[in-house]
């Protein structure tokens, strides 16, 4: 008989893998929500990018998202989610969502994003 246990039990070296995994499957489950929200970031960057502050109304944004919304093939959250303010003359288009991704059996984690971005001006703020 040894002295000295050497390495570890299987039932040891489950409850250490029992934690990694469910992080791992939490991530797996949750990658097309993230994939989702970079996506959303992207368009109101490149919108915020593209369009010129001034001779704009809150309606020409929209459609120049809903534009962006539709060749990125995202259904939510849609144009309409948005909300588009004029703050001090610039134009705010803020995306302020909640998503979920089912985990296992009634479980759901549930993330909150919220993107901001100001229409750049053409006059060299």
């Given at each position: ?36 929200y ?16 001034e001779?704009q109304t ?17 259904d ?12 001090n003359?610039i ?16 479980m ?6 919220d993107?901001k ?9």
């Amino acid at each position: 008989m040894r002295k000295y246990q050497r390495g570890v039990t299987f039932l040891g070296w489950m409850i250490l893998m029992l934690p990694m995994a469910i992080v791992f499957y939490a991530g797996i489950r949750l990658t097309p929500v993230i994939l989702n929200y970079m996506k959303v970031r992207h368009t109101l960057d490149a919108v915020a990018s593209e369009v010129p502050n001034e001779g704009q109304t809150a309606d020409g944004i929209r459609n120049a998202v809903s534009k962006h919304f539709q060749i990125d093939s995202l259904d939510y959250p849609s144009d309409k989610d948005l909300k588009i303010v004029r703050e001090n003359n610039i134009w705010t288009i803020e995306a302020n969502y909640e998503d979920q991704a089912p985990l296992f059996l009634d479980m759901s984690i549930l993330i909150t994003f919220d993107k901001k971005v100001k229409l750049k001006s053409s006059g060299g703020d």
